[in-house]
């Protein structure tokens, strides 16, 4: 008679595991192929993102920047420096009874340099930037509201479907 019973408790037991197992594979088929659930992933991943790019900003940022400049021609400007100068050292010539100051030509200049090459780095980081905090900080609170809104979904998904079966 006891051997009749332990029979009988095992085979329901059975049916019971097997039961059992059929509900998790229905819990996890709905979990895994819900839409609802994947646009609230990709809106806590949305958050992620946004958190870690808000976390950044206290990063000093680093940019290179650099020109390069070829002037065949264009416009040039005249320089009058040998009309300007040439008189007087003429005058200092006569005085020192020597040559000591020779005669300047006048020149024409470019006015975009030839060849010219500028290159510079540029660096920028917050000191006190109070938004930046506050923006951090609601960043992470964003996140934290929408883990808690997947998970409650996901809750009530196992309830519907844990009452459905």
Request: net charge positive; charged share 20%.
């Given at each position: ?22 509900l ?16 609230q992933?990709?809106?806590l991943k ?9 976390k ?17 021609g ?25 040559n000591s ?53 996901k809750?009530?998904?196992?309830k ?6």
């Amino acid at each position: 008679m006891k051997n009749t019973f332990y029979i009988l408790l095992c085979c329901l037991g059975s049916q019971l595991a097997y039961g059992q197992q059929n509900l998790e594979k229905y819990i996890s088929y709905g979990l895994n192929n819900n839409e609802s659930i994947r646009t609230q992933q990709f809106t806590l991943k949305k958050s992620v993102y946004a958190l870690s790019e808000a976390k950044s900003q206290f990063f000093p940022e680093v940019s290179f920047n650099s020109t390069y400049t070829k002037a065949g021609g264009g416009r040039s400007i005249d320089l009058p420096l040998g009309d300007l100068v040439n008189p007087i050292y003429k005058t200092l010539n006569q005085l020192t009874q020597s040559n000591s100051f020779p005669m300047i030509k006048n020149r024409s200049v470019l006015l975009n340099p030839d060849d010219f090459y500028d290159a510079k780095f540029h660096t920028v980081m917050p000191l006190l930037d109070l938004e930046l905090n506050y923006n951090r900080k609601i960043k992470g609170q964003e996140v934290t509201l929408q883990r808690i809104e997947v998970e409650i979904y996901k809750r009530e998904l196992v309830k519907d479907i844990k009452e459905g079966v």
